[in-house]
């Protein structure tokens, strides 16, 4: 009903802020509420570039599909960008009563999405050889995943090579997988391997979706990505380590115990550097400090950090 309301305001001329003229692509609309966060990229985790102090009358070029937002009155996955702004502002603070808004175009599909940068198939595959088991699954899911990494800033050579070689002893890289004999109901689900209520349940509230009771979204084409993205930047904050070369700590991470397995990942980290840049640098780190080399699963990620720190390196 307010967003009702605020649109027939917004049709009178009634609004709180105006922003100058409309550029003749653009399609004029308004908030409602105050307080509403106008962010760099379609997602909550993006940086906020300005909030609106209230109703806001916006011109929008194109639209979206970034993370969900709920309010009183409704969902939307969909996000405006709104070029006077510098950003996007989530559909369900703006005063339509669809949940995607009306003939704006989707942003990119007039011109195809730059690839530079982009994994491919043959990519990963030069990395990793035969762990490349399912190549038409993977291949079907590296759009999201590649929309993943461009989210999480995962953009060197180093980030995406820590990134893939983590994915790929995970899940092969495979968007569906479920964890081989694992019947517990949060058991280990998509290309992160998501595992424990403890992370289900923060992960499920981070994008607005019932993951607890519906789990095998998880390993849905739609979320499997974007909840990798989430534990990788949220649940912990794993860039800097590969900035750093410590596949020591981006392992600790992941969460499961020091052992054989961290010498195998490491050694597909090189691999996928050496692909990537064609060489491996000196100063691998394949080794985890001793208050890391327990199971890290269930830690905090202020915990999982302190511990980080007290381990020397980084900060």
């Known amino acids: 009903m307010r967003r009702f309301l605020t649109a027939v305001l917004a049709c009178l001329g009634i609004t709180a802020t105006a922003l100058v003229a409309t550029p003749a692509y653009a399609t004029g609309f308004s908030t409602y509420g105050s307080g509403v966060n106008v962010r760099s990229d379609a997602y909550l985790s993006s940086a906020v570039v300005r909030t609106l102090s209230g109703p806001t009358s916006i011109d929008v070029d194109c639209q979206k599909h970034g993370d969900r937002v709920s309010n009183s009155d409704g969902t939307s996955e969909w996000w405006a960008h709104v070029p006077a ?52 699954i993977v291949e079907t ?30 899940s092969r890289l495979e968007y569906n997988i479920r964890e081989i004999g694992d019947t517990r109901l949060y058991g280990g689900r ?22 607890l009771g519906n789990p095998d979204l998880a390993m849905s084409l739609q979320w499997s990505a ?10 912990r904050n794993i860039n800097p380590y590969a900035d750093n070369l410590d596949m020591g700590r981006v392992n600790a991470a992941i969460g499961y115990p020091a052992g054989a397995e961290d010498q195998r990942r490491c050694d597909s980290f090189k691999n996928a550097i050496r692909y990537l840049t064609g060489s491996v640098p000196s100063g691998v780190i394949c080794t985890r400090p001793s208050p890391l080399k327990g199971d890290t699963s269930k830690l905090t990620r202020t915990q999982f950090d302190a511990l980080a720190k007290n381990g020397g390196g980084l900060g």
């Open 190 to 211: 998509g290309y992160i391997q998501l595992t424990g209520d403890f992370n289900y349940g923060p992960a499920g509230q981070y994008f607005g979706i019932d993951l």
């Open 141 to 170: 899911g590296l759009p999201s995943l590649n929309q993943a990494m461009r989210d999480a800033n995962i953009n060197t050579p180093y980030r995406k090579a820590a990134f893939l070689a983590t994915l790929v002893h995970e």
């Open 85 to 136: 702004l510098g950003g996007y502002v989530t559909v369900v603070y703006i005063s339509v009563p669809e949940d995607k808004l009306p003939g704006v175009p989707e942003c990119g599909t007039d011109n195809p999405p730059p690839a530079d940068g982009d994994i491919t198939l043959a990519d990963v595959q030069a990395m990793f050889g035969t762990r490349i088991a399912n190549p038409s």
């Open 226 to 235: 974007p909840i990798a993205r989430w534990y990788w930047t949220v649940a």
